[in-house]
T-cell receptor, first 113, second 109 residues
Framework: KAGVTQTPRYLIKTRGQQVTLSCSPISGHRSVSWYQQTPGQGLQFLFEYFSETQRNKGNFPGRFSGRQFSNSRSEMNVSTLELGDSALYLC????????????FGPGTRLTVL | AQRVTQPEKLLSVFKGAPVELKCNYSYSGSPELFWYVQYSRQRLQLLLRHISRESIKGFTADLNKGETSFHLKKPFAQEEDSAMYYCALGSSNTGKLIFGQGTTLQVKP
């Protein structure tokens, strides 16, 4: 079966702009989680969506938001971009949550100038 | 607070040597621990989880609740084991999967 896909793969934005990232989970998976990966902080949990509802949230400012559609596809939005938002953003899908195997996408590399 | 610590950023060993990647966690409830691995140019993927008690690619990990550790071990490292390894902790209380900062394993020929 097809793996998790993320679009776009690369993004370059300037400070103050906003960005939307997309994640298409594996068919049948209802949980989508988002992570920010940086060399200094490793993998940090952003939020998890299940059946179109945000079920859990990490310690990120309100500039980071997301949503999930009825087909389980998920989007993540970052508004008022800051230089520190430059990172690899990973999404992971699973059948129903953290206790199931997480299948990761290739990530979206966001660079904020 | 739920926390995972991997004290080594880089672990370098020679082929055939034993490997131990350290993972310590902080959590007061009943955690579930996982090891995820990312090989070069590949996606992050599950290696093993403590409830399975399996050996995957020669790796094992035992949950030690007394020492709050979940170290990953392999008796004889292979060059293809070179990768980034992440320890992760999940719990029903928080509903989150929290990752450590990762350890790069470098196996030299």
């Amino acid at each position: 079966k097809a793996g998790v896909t993320q679009t776009p793969r690369y993004l370059i934005k300037t400070r103050g702009q906003q960005v939307t990232l997309s994640c298409s989970p594996i068919s049948g998976h209802r949980s989508v989680s988002w992570y920010q990966q940086t060399p200094g902080q490793g993998l940090q949990f952003l939020f998890e969506y299940f059946s179109e509802t945000q079920r859990n949230k990490g310690n990120f400012p309100g500039r980071f938001s997301g949503r999930q559609f009825s087909n389980s596809r998920s989007e993540m939005n970052v508004s008022t971009l800051e230089l520190g938002d430059s990172a690899l953003y990973l999404c992971a899908s699973s059948l129903s949550g953290w206790h199931n195997e997480q299948f990761f996408g290739p990530g979206t590399r966001l660079t904020v100038l | 607070a739920q926390r995972v610590t991997q004290p080594e950023k880089l672990l370098s060993v020679f082929k055939g040597a034993p490997v131990e990647l350290k993972c310590n966690y902080s959590y007061s409830g009943s955690p579930e621990l996982f090891w995820y691995v990312q090989y070069s140019r590949q996606r992050l993927q599950l290696l093993l989880r403590h409830i399975s008690r399996e050996s995957i690619k020669g790796f094992t990990a035992d949950l030690n609740k007394g020492e709050t550790s979940f170290h990953l071990k392999k008796p004889f490292a292979q060059e293809e084991d070179s990768a980034m390894y992440y320890c992760a902790l999940g719990s029903s209380n928080t509903g989150k999967l929290i990752f450590g900062q990762g350890t790069t394993l470098q196996v030299k020929p």
